[in-house]
């Protein structure tokens, strides 16, 4: 990979040049925010057909053992999910927790066969890896994947445009994986991504990667899309930004992500607790916590954005929660947000209010996702 600077640029960057993407420091790549169909048309585009994304800044990571449960059960000293009874070819959601509970990162891991592939957020990769291998070597070995490439296709045309390539990807259903040629290149597909959309992420050999973007780009279901829209879809689909949403000071229980934590790893499980934090999580779990991500909708037009404060009445009082992401949603057609409130304050309906430019608006708790999802099951 080339370095803008001290930006580092993704193999797709020639690529995003001549479609005259706007460029911007993310993650300490140089990534397209959006392409001149302008962020509000490619967040509508995708929920209507479908939309390919640049998502190679993250990090691919290998791991590898004696045997799949030797990694499995290693892999399990650091994460809260059930990773021995993750089928092969299927892939889950987790994170990497601390000794207090809090979220170190979130993360996908698959199990293909003879490995564990995690792929895990660009702004961390590298404290995610020092981890991983701190922990687990040398009896896993961890290999950091720097030849590939990695898109993701989101949307409800997904499958009829992929499916061109490769029928053989019409028959994965949400969170399966896969080896697929698609364009003469051998790519490691998931039926996932983070948009609510149904769709596919692509792990492809960075060689091949432009020409498998532009025979998809060239079918008229695809348009290229930005982070700013990626950003708009995974708000309007209630799905965490790492550092934004979730942090190292935050309990999944308070995030809201109990339902990753699959039964092996609960109290009263198989195996329960053994990872970082445990006792702070399951007591979280058994015992509640003080405060809840909750999706908001401000009334009006007005977005509120991350850092707004939440109160419980038009005047007075103290603040009793915050909005971590907010924006405008363009399939809802108006302002969407998430955050946390104090517990009694998360009910699904509660009419809060949040202090923007010093005047407070109303705005109701909702339910998450605030757009429903789209994934194949």
Same mark, same amino acid.
């Given at each position: 990979?080339? $370095?803008?600077?001290?930006?580092?640029?993704?193999?797709?960057?020639?690529?995003?040049?001549?479609?005259?993407?706007?460029?911007?420091?993310?993650?300490? /790549?140089?990534?397209?925010?959006? /392409? @001149?169909?302008?962020?509000?048309?490619?967040?509508?585009?995708?929920?209507?057909?479908?939309? !390919?994304?640049?998502?190679?800044?993250?990090?691919? +990571?290998?791991?590898?053992?004696?045997?799949?449960?030797?990694?499995?059960?290693?892999f399990e000293t650091l994460i809260p999910m059930d990773v021995l009874g993750l089928d092969e070819n299927k892939q889950r959601y987790g994170f990497f927790t601390n000794e207090n509970g809090g979220i170190e990162d979130d993360l996908m891991f698959a199990n293909r066969g003879d490995h564990l592939f995690v792929v895990v957020n660009a702004a961390c990769k590298g404290a $995610?890896?020092?981890?991983?291998?701190?922990?687990?070597?040398?009896?896993?070995?961890?290999?950091?994947?720097?030849?590939?490439?990695?898109?993701? !296709?989101?949307?409800?045309?997904?499958?009829?445009?992929?499916?061109?390539?490769? &029928?053989?990807?019409?028959?994965?259903?949400?969170?399966?994986?896969?080896?697929?040629?698609?364009?003469?290149?051998?790519?490691?597909?998931?039926?996932?991504?983070?948009? *609510?959309? $149904? *769709?596919?992420?692509?792990?492809? @050999?960075?060689?091949?990667?432009?020409?498998?973007?532009?025979?998809?780009?060239?079918?008229?279901?695809?348009?290229?899309?930005?982070?700013?829209?990626?950003?708009?879809?995974?708000?309007?689909?209630g799905l965490c930004l790492y550092g934004n949403d979730i942090d190292t000071n935050t309990n999944p229980i308070e995030g809201s992500l109990i339902w990753a934590i699959q039964k092996a790893r609960r109290a009263g499980g198989d195996r329960e607790g053994g990872f970082p934090g445990a006792s702070h999580i399951l007591g979280a779990m058994a015992e509640g916590v003080a405060?809840?991500?909750?999706?908001?909708?401000?009334?009006?037009?007005? &977005?509120?954005?991350?850092?707004?404060?939440?109160?419980?009445?038009?005047?007075? *009082?103290?603040?009793?929660?915050?909005?971590?992401?907010?924006?405008?949603? &363009?399939?809802?057609?108006?302002? +969407?947000?998430?955050?946390?409130?104090?517990?009694? /304050?998360?009910?699904?309906?509660?009419?809060?209010?949040?202090?923007?430019?010093?005047?407070?608006?109303?705005?109701?708790?909702?339910?998450? &996702?605030?757009?429903?999802?789209?994934?194949?099951?």
């Amino acid at each position: 990979m080339a $370095d803008l600077g001290e930006l580092k640029a993704t193999p797709l960057a020639d690529m995003h040049a001549e479609l005259g993407a706007k460029m911007v420091p993310f993650a300490g /790549y140089s990534m397209p925010v959006q /392409y @001149p169909l302008g962020v509000m048309k490619e967040h509508l585009h995708c929920r209507a057909a479908a939309g !390919l994304f640049d998502v190679s800044h993250m990090g691919q +990571v290998i791991l590898r053992g004696e045997s799949l449960d030797a990694v499995s059960t290693a892999f399990e000293t650091l994460i809260p999910m059930d990773v021995l009874g993750l089928d092969e070819n299927k892939q889950r959601y987790g994170f990497f927790t601390n000794e207090n509970g809090g979220i170190e990162d979130d993360l996908m891991f698959a199990n293909r066969g003879d490995h564990l592939f995690v792929v895990v957020n660009a702004a961390c990769k590298g404290a $995610d890896v020092a981890r991983m291998k701190a922990a687990l070597e040398p009896a896993i070995s961890v290999e950091v994947i720097t030849d590939r490439a990695l898109i993701a !296709l989101q949307g409800p045309a997904s499958e009829t445009a992929l499916a061109r390539l490769n &029928p053989a990807v019409a028959d994965m259903v949400f969170m399966d994986v896969a080896t697929v040629e698609l364009a003469g290149a051998e790519c490691w597909v998931s039926r996932s991504g983070y948009t *609510g959309e $149904d *769709g596919y992420e692509i792990s492809v @050999p960075e060689y091949q990667a432009e020409a498998l973007c532009r025979a998809l780009l060239a079918m008229d279901e695809v348009e290229p899309i930005g982070l700013g829209a990626r950003d708009s879809l995974r708000l309007e689909a209630g799905l965490c930004l790492y550092g934004n949403d979730i942090d190292t000071n935050t309990n999944p229980i308070e995030g809201s992500l109990i339902w990753a934590i699959q039964k092996a790893r609960r109290a009263g499980g198989d195996r329960e607790g053994g990872f970082p934090g445990a006792s702070h999580i399951l007591g979280a779990m058994a015992e509640g916590v003080a405060r809840k991500r909750v999706g908001f909708l401000p009334s009006g037009r007005a &977005p509120m954005r991350a850092g707004t404060q939440i109160f419980a009445s038009a005047e007075g *009082g103290e603040p009793i929660g915050e909005v971590t992401s907010g924006g405008f949603g &363009p399939t809802v057609n108006g302002p +969407v947000a998430m955050g946390y409130v104090g517990t009694s /304050y998360s009910i699904i309906g509660t009419e809060l209010f949040g202090e923007v430019r010093g005047k407070r608006m109303p705005v109701k708790v909702a339910k998450l &996702p605030l757009v429903p999802a789209n994934f194949k099951r």
